[in-house]
């Protein structure tokens, strides 16, 4: 059969072009994802998420190369492979990026994304509970809630901020980002508002689009640079699929990279390195990968509510669960992440910018197992960190995983953020309110105090900010793989609509301007394409 549009990844932003494409725009759509449906029960309740990073079922750990600069290092990179991607396992956090991320990318030259050009398509996604509100929507696929909870410990925490002169910020995704204020999450009542949940289950029975799950596409097919179709393996069997109008690819900011080097599209001498014959020279394909190096500092607490406490009771675990499941209304129905922190001036954006998430809880999410102590966790990263990695294909084998380059720490100024933000906890939680249910610093610890071993201490522990951008940058320049609309360069028909087209990391966590960039460039689609479908 042949569709109209081939969708290659139902993550965040697949999910909403595929939606998109077949319920505005009545075109046929073919949606190909590599993973499995979503039906584990895990992903859609909000304290899932602790049961989801090693399922290798929905997700897949990539392994980085040696990190120079964090001692060799090297760290796992979890990814969803799943319905809905990364929506599907991530921390729910909903977070736009500032406006000023966007002025910068229309300064240098990509037009069309200024504040005002996104602002209509973050609205556009929402079902928020912010109410007469200029700067949220209301109709949209995926429900927004604030954090209702005030736990003492997290009113002291916005009480220490305030203390050293951050604002309170009432919406974080209103009209300023900077301050201290409460989380907005992507879930309702407990539950978990991915975009395969928001989009997917929300197609109209016009029995034009066709999800195939477990479906790994090896290369995109291209002739007379004109893509017109892809290659792909589902149960062992080798398939092809053809489309009249475009092939988009949404497989994300490692494995979108990888699959245009596969193609023929990449770094000339990389392809040629790996046997991959070359269509066409693009520099960019792979490179300028950025990410949210995160660090976390851990705290004992005291009379105050931790969720490791909970998890230490069976009973009430058991009671909360049965609250969730059957009224929404539940210690659970919200993550254990409640407060942020950006440290931002106003209309003012710098590479010491930094945003701290406070949790009330303390473990290791990946080895799904929290402390047996009381504890909170305040986490933090650098808002727009000046280093860059890259993604390379290995091999011409689409089997095998590409070399994972984050090149974290690899600019000066990208240490002295991570230094202060380690100052800037201890001074948070020396204020009169955190002493009351301060016990004693877990980590660091009092041992830890000069620079360099604050610095030597954030090359050990520090990890993933799980946000990785960039690798097919959409720009006007020769490193660009992409143009404002998301189009290939210099290869007819082949977008590219997912993370890997951010140019600069934004400031703030990923998934709703992916989700934003993903109704975006469906729009962009659709004013094309209107009159002749």
């Not at 001498?269 to 269509?279: C, D, M, R």
């Not at 049965?322 to 992440?337: D, F, P």
């Not at 909170?376 to 860059?388: G, L, V």
């Amino acid at each position: 059969m042949e569709y109209d549009f081939i969708v290659v990844g139902a993550g965040s932003a697949g999910c909403v072009v595929a939606h998109r494409l077949s319920q505005d725009l009545n075109a046929k759509v073919l949606l190909l994802e590599k993973g499995n449906t979503d039906s584990n029960p895990m992903i859609h309740l909000v304290p899932g998420y602790k049961y989801l990073m090693q399922n290798k079922k929905i997700t897949k750990n990539y392994e980085t190369d040696n990190i120079k600069h964090l001692n060799g290092r090297r760290l796992i990179w979890p990814r969803g492979e799943v319905l809905g991607g990364c929506s599907s396992v991530n921390g729910m956090i909903h977070m736009r990026a500032d406006k000023l991320d966007f002025n910068d990318w229309e300064n240098k030259g990509i037009k069309g994304w200024g504040w005002n050009d996104v602002l209509p398509f973050y609205k556009k996604l929402e079902d928020s509970d912010i109410i007469n509100s200029n700067w949220h929507g209301y109709n949209g696929p995926i429900k927004v809630s604030t954090v209702k909870s005030r736990h003492i410990i997290c009113e002291a925490f916005v009480k220490g901020c305030l203390e050293l002169g951050y604002p309170f910020n009432n919406d974080v995704n209103g009209i300023s980002r900077n301050g201290v204020g409460y989380l907005q999450l992507s879930c309702f009542k407990g539950k978990r508002y991915s975009s395969a949940k928001g989009y997917l289950t929300k197609l109209n029975k016009k029995n034009n689009i066709s999800i195939s799950i477990n479906s790994n596409v090896n290369k995109i097919l291209i002739k007379n640079k004109k893509a017109y179709g892809v290659s792909y393996t589902k149960n062992g069997k080798d398939l092809t699929a053809v489309a009249s109008k475009e092939i988009i690819i949404s497989t994300g900011t490692i494995s979108s990279p990888v699959l245009l080097q596969l193609s023929g599209l990449g770094p000339q001498e990389l392809l040629s390195a790996n046997g991959v014959a070359v269509i066409h020279d693009i520099p960019g394909v792979g490179e300028n990968l950025q990410d949210h190096f995160q660090i976390q500092s851990i705290y004992k607490t005291q009379n105050s509510f931790s969720f490791n406490n909970l998890d230490q009771s069976f009973f009430r675990k058991i009671k909360e669960g049965v609250k969730l499941l059957l009224t929404g209304k539940s210690i659970l129905s919200e993550s254990a992440t409640h407060v942020f922190l950006n440290t931002k001036k106003i209309n003012k954006i710098s590479t010491q910018d930094l945003e701290f998430l406070f949790s009330l809880a303390s473990g290791d999410v990946l080895k799904r197992k929290l402390d047996t102590f009381p504890g909170i966790t305040i986490s933090f990263h650098q808002s727009r960190p000046k280093s860059r990695g890259s993604v390379k294909i290995l091999s011409k084998l689409s089997k095998l995983d590409p070399l994972i380059n984050p090149n974290y720490l690899s600019e000066e100024e990208d240490k002295i953020a991570y230094i202060r933000g380690l100052k800037l906890i201890r001074s948070i939680v020396k204020n009169n309110e955190m002493k009351k249910y301060i016990k004693s610093e877990y980590t660091p610890g009092n041992a830890v105090n000069y620079d360099h071993e604050l610095l030597q201490y954030s090359k050990i522990v520090g990890k993933t900010g799980y946000h990785p951008v960039g690798t097919c940058k959409m720009g006007i320049d020769d490193m660009s793989v992409v143009d404002n609309k998301a189009k290939v360069k210099s290869i007819k028909c082949l977008r590219v609509v997912d993370a890997s087209i951010i140019p600069n990391i934004i400031s703030g966590n990923i998934n709703a301007t992916v989700l934003m960039i993903g109704e975006k460039i469906s729009q962009s689609i659709i004013d094309e394409y209107k009159n002749i479908l």
